[in-house]
């Protein structure tokens, strides 16, 4: 940080969830934002909700970077992130009752896979087979178009310019997806021929941004500008190494932010990770600090715990150093930001899991086995609450000391920096370390 002006370097920043996301990605990417000439979102869809409060107005974003609230900055979607073109026209329209002007500044990857409406429908068909057994999706599509992707059937972007080759990947879709569309209620139908007309229809909102991100970035970064990579999701819902199968379809890790935009590793100067000050999950899967009890109610309505995508109530409980220290590893993370602190506030004990008991064995790394996991028992320590309010204070000194204590015990445990901590959903809510 530059002592003088209390503003942080301008380095190449890649920000990455490290819970299960809803970490406060984008109040931190905002923030950073001002640091970088370009904000680049790498992986997820329309799965994410970042929200980003300015002067009281609360904005959710789903699939544009965050840096879109700084005037002039530019912003970039990867061919990491699947696009759901029908979502995007209308998160430009909440743009532009904000008086947003985005014009030439948002790019999209010719590469860019689309989300289709067969897709979302599909989500909802898999889900439901899925039966006991169901992830509690977002039902936005996100699994199946990356599936496409993978099965090497998707529709980029660069593809709905053609009109043949968008009329014969749709035909093909038609048969490939015949299995599953024969499964819907009668009421409900995927009209191929309409998908078409609408993809014609998206064509001149979305010509003027299709790029080579890849070499619109590397240009960028050689002429000296700055970039900050923008995840979505959290490190524990990556399709690797998160919880699977209880993740999402997509690499939410650093690594992620190579292969979703293109980039080389010398691209990136330093790794974010964005901390909740405790722990959320929203969807099925393991959560060992979980509180299902009044702890557990008290996070939820003191952090406001309700989805930014799909307002389901998270699922709530303490911060997990086990989980944690899996996170840190696996995106190589450099600085935390640590989010949410004031949440904590009116707590008279903070707890923080340690380590977890397996099998009469201590353990402190997360196992990769989804088996293992439900056998262990988080093993806790018990912080003393600060009983005062931290909202408002912008120098870390001024903390108070029992505030101090856990915030290092996190830094110390998890071998990392603190870069800012974040005491409030508003901007001016935050300490720079
Ligand atoms: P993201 O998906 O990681 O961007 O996070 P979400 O936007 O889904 O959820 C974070 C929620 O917490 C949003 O409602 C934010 O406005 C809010 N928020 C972010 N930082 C803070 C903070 O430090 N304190 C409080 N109380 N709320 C915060
Ligand atoms: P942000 O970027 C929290 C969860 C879903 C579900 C699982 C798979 O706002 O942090 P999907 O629709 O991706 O196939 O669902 O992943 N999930 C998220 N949870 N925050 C998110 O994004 C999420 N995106 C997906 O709830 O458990
Ligand atoms: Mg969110």
Redesign the pocket.
């Known amino acids: 940080m530059d002592s003088k002006s209390g503003r942080l370097d301008r380095v190449n920043r890649v920000v990455v969830?490290c819970q299960w996301?809803?970490?406060?990605?984008?109040?931190v990417v905002d923030l950073l934002s001002r640091e970088a000439d370009i904000v680049a979102r790498f992986q997820g869809g329309n799965n994410?909700?970042?929200?980003?409060?300015i002067e009281g107005v609360?904005v959710?974003l789903h699939l544009i970077p965050s840096g879109i609230m700084h005037p002039g900055k530019i912003c970039v979607i990867g061919n990491g992130v699947v696009l759901d073109p029908y979502v995007f026209k209308e998160e430009l329209e909440t743009l532009e009752k904000l008086g947003i002007d985005y014009v030439d500044r948002i790019f999209i990857s010719a590469a860019t896979n689309l989300i289709m409406p067969y897709h979302r429908v599909m989500d909802g068909i898999e889900e439901t087979g899925r039966g006991k057994q169901d992830l509690g999706t977002t039902k936005r599509g996100i699994g199946p178009a990356y599936q496409d992707k993978v099965r090497r059937t998707g529709i980029r972007l660069a593809d709905i310019f053609s009109d043949q080759r968008l009329k014969d990947k749709l035909e093909m879709q038609k048969t490939l997806k015949a299995h599953w569309l024969g499964r819907l209620p009668d009421d409900r139908e995927v009209d191929f021929d309409k998908i078409y007309q609408d993809m014609v229809g998206f064509r001149e909102i979305l010509a003027p941004m299709m790029t080579d991100v890849s070499k619109m970035l590397y240009d960028a970064y050689k002429a000296n500008m700055v970039i900050l990579y923008e995840g979505?999701q959290g490190a524990m819902l990556d399709v690797d190494l998160g919880t699977y199968p209880f993740a999402t379809s997509s690499n939410t890790t650093a690594g992620g932010a190579l292969t979703g935009l293109g980039i080389g590793p010398r691209m990136i100067d330093e790794v974010v990770g964005?901390v909740k000050a405790y722990t959320t999950r929203v969807g099925a899967g393991p959560f060992p600090t979980e509180q299902e009890n009044e702890t557990g109610e008290k996070l939820r309505e003191i952090?406001?715990e309700y989805?930014?995508t799909t307002r389901r109530p998270r699922r709530t409980g303490w911060l997990d150093m086990v989980q944690l220290r899996h996170a840190i590893r696996i995106s190589g993370v450099d600085k935390i930001a640590l989010?949410?602190?004031?949440?904590l506030d009116t707590f008279d004990e903070i707890k923080v899991a340690t380590h977890y008991r397996y099998q009469g064995k201590k353990i402190e790394n997360f196992p990769m086995d989804l088996c293992a996991i439900s056998d262990c028992r988080p093993q806790y320590r018990a912080f003393p609450g600060w009983k005062a309010t931290t909202s408002g204070i912008t120098s870390y000194d001024d903390l108070p000391e029992k505030a101090r204590e856990y915030i290092d015990y996190i830094c110390t445990e998890l071998d990392v920096k603190l870069l800012l901590l974040?005491?409030?959903?508003a901007r001016e809510?935050t300490v720079l370390v």
């Open positions: 969830g996301g809803d970490e406060g990605k984008g109040k994410a909700g970042h929200t980003i409060v609360r959710i979505a964005i952090g406001g989805g930014a989010t949410k602190l004031d949440v974040s005491t409030g959903p809510q």
